[in-house]
T-cell receptor
C-alpha cells in the first residue's frame, strides 16, 4: 500500500509485559514521528526521527519507552514493563521533508491501539 | 478501531450550512499551523495549513483564518456535508523544535 502502515492494529497485554509496535512509513519519507493519543485528547508528541537518528526524543514519558529506526525506514516503538496508563492509540506519521522545512504534510497511519490490563 | 473524542466539545451543524471550528494556540512565537481531520478509527488527515505571515488561506471548501493578536485559529467549512463529520484538531509547530503540538479537538456532527 501507499500509506503509512502500523502493526499490530490492536494489542492487548498484561501489566508488566513488553510490547513492540511497528511503523512502516511511506517509501522515501525521511522524517518519522511517533505520537500517542489517549481517549478524548489530541495526539501527544513522543519522538521524531530524521533518517536513522532520533532528532528529538523529548516526548518519551520515561525510560520504559524506546524507539529505533535502524535503516532509516521502518521504526519500532518499544515499551517495557507496561503499565495501565500506557493504554492509548500509538500513531506513526511520516513526511517527505524534514520538520525544519516547515511542511505540515504529515501522513499518519491508522494507529496501534494498546490496551494494558 | 478506537473511537476518538468521546468527551470532546461538539459542534452540530445542519447539512449544507457553513461550519466554523475554533482553536486557541499557546505560543506567540509559533509560525506555522495546520488543521487535521480525524475520523473514528483512523489517523489524522491533513486539511490545510497556514504560515504566520498570512491571515487567511483558502482551500477547497475550507478556509483557515489566523489572528496572531489573540493567538486564535479558525477553520471554516463551506456547505458542510455528512462526510465532514469527524474530530478536527489544530496543530502548531513548536518553534525551534521538530514537534507539532495538537490541540484537544472539536467533534463536528453534521445533521441531515
Amino acid at each position: 500500500g501507499a500509506g503509512v502502515s502500523q502493526t499490530p492494529s490492536n494489542k492487548v497485554t498484561e501489566k508488566g509485559k513488553y510490547v513492540e509496535l511497528r511503523c512502516d512509513p511511506i517509501s522515501g519519507h525521511t522524517a518519522l514521528y511517533w505520537y500517542r493519543q489517549s481517549l478524548g485528547q489530541g495526539p501527544e508528541f513522543l519522538i521524531y526521527f530524521q533518517g536513522t537518528g532520533a532528532a528529538d526524543d523529548s516526548g518519551l514519558p520515561n525510560d520504559r519507552f524506546f524507539a529505533v529506526r535502524p535503516e532509516g525506514s521502518v521504526s519500532t516503538l518499544k515499551i517495557q514493563r507496561t503499565e495501565r496508563g500506557d493504554s492509548a492509540v500509538y500513531l506513526c506519521a511520516s513526511s517527505l521533508t524534514p520538520a525544519g522545512a516547515n511542511t505540515g504534510e504529515l501522513f499518519f497511519g491508522e494507529g496501534s491501539r494498546l490496551t494494558v490490563l | 478501531g478506537e473511537s476518538v473524542g468521546l468527551h470532546l466539545p461538539t459542534l452540530s451543524v445542519q447539512e449544507g450550512d457553513n461550519s466554523i471550528i475554533n482553536c486557541a494556540y499557546s505560543n506567540s512565537a509559533s509560525d506555522y499551523f495546520i488543521w487535521y481531520k480525524q475520523e473514528s478509527g483512523k489517523g489524522p488527515q491533513f486539511i490545510i495549513d497556514i504560515r504566520s505571515n498570512m491571515d487567511k488561506r483558502q482551500g477547497q471548501r475550507v478556509t483557515v483564518l489566523l489572528n496572531k493578536t489573540v493567538k486564535h485559529l479558525s477553520l471554516q467549512i463551506a456547505a458542510t456535508q455528512p462526510g465532514d463529520s469527524a474530530v478536527y484538531f489544530c496543530a502548531e509547530k513548536d518553534p525551534g523544535t521538530y514537534k507539532y503540538i495538537f490541540g484537544t479537538g472539536t467533534r463536528l456532527k453534521v445533521l441531515a
